[in-house]
């Protein structure tokens, strides 16, 4: 089971600093693929700025928490991917759906039961 899960977040991890990583370089295009747009060098520049530092951070502390073993870190981007799936909780009820509004709330949701599940499996270095 454990291996299983480290493996499991080893790969979500590359995949959010994969994205993370685009987001920085190319955020026009990375912007298009979750429905966002910048209407100037201030979006970019938010783009680039908000959406790399979550998905880096997200992906980085699951890289290190897998390679560690270590369940404290899986935490930070489990909160953050909750509070993700929160907002679009919030926003089907406050805005509607559109077609495909399910496939981003269960890759989060899928990564924050992976997190949570490591986060208590895996072993938490003593204080």
Known sequence: MRILLTALIFVGGLFYLVTGLGFLVDPVNSGATFGLGASGPDGLATMRADMTAFFLV??????????????????????????????????????????GFWLPMAAEAITVIVLLVASRILPHPAT
């Open 58 to 99: 997200a992906g980085a502390c699951m890289l290190f928490g897998a390679w560690r073993r270590n369940g404290d870190v899986l935490l930070v981007p489990a909160a953050l991917f909750g509070i993700a799936l929160l907002g679009r909780v919030v926003s089907v009820a406050a805005d509607g759906t559109e077609p």
